[in-house]
Nanobody, 125 residues
Framework: QVQLVESGGGSVQAGGSLRLSCAAS????????MGWFRQAPGKEREGVAV???????SYADSVKGRFTISQDNAKKTMYLQMNSLKPEDTAMYYC???????????????????WGQGTQVTVSS
């Protein structure tokens, strides 16, 4: 049974930091690309960052320089370090796993097979 379980969300003031985690189980973790997505109320879900099996990463322009994606293959866990948070980062954050044909397609949510339930991040001004 595949499970992706996010944790680490919470409420923080603008300029603060949070570290999200995504613990995976039930599939061969090392063969999948892992991504973070987010969805704010009234908005479409958007890709935040991705990391592939050899550690190559990519980021949405809105988070470049502020967020860092990483993973620990031994622990089957992915992380998202979020610094310099802004109110516009407020959203439900989801992790996802997929066998992407091309890393360039990472922000397309249809490329991902497995999804977590999400963790809420709220940034106040």
């Amino acid at each position: 049974q595949v499970q992706l379980v996010e944790s680490g969300g919470g409420s923080v003031q603008a300029g603060g930091s949070l570290r999200l985690s995504c613990a995976a189980s039930g599939y061969t973790y090392s063969t999948y690309c892992m991504g973070w997505f987010r969805q704010a109320p009234g908005k479409e879900r958007e890709g935040v960052a991705v990391i592939d099996s050899d550690g190559t990463s990519s980021y949405a322009d809105s988070v470049k320089g502020r967020f860092t994606i990483s993973q620990d293959n031994a622990k089957k866990t992915m992380y998202l370090q979020m610094n310099s948070l802004k109110p516009e980062d407020t959203a439900m954050y989801y992790c996802a796993a997929g066998l992407l044909g091309r890393l360039e397609d990472w922000a397309r949510d249809e490329e991902y097979r497995y999804w977590g339930q999400g963790t809420q991040v709220t940034v106040s001004s």
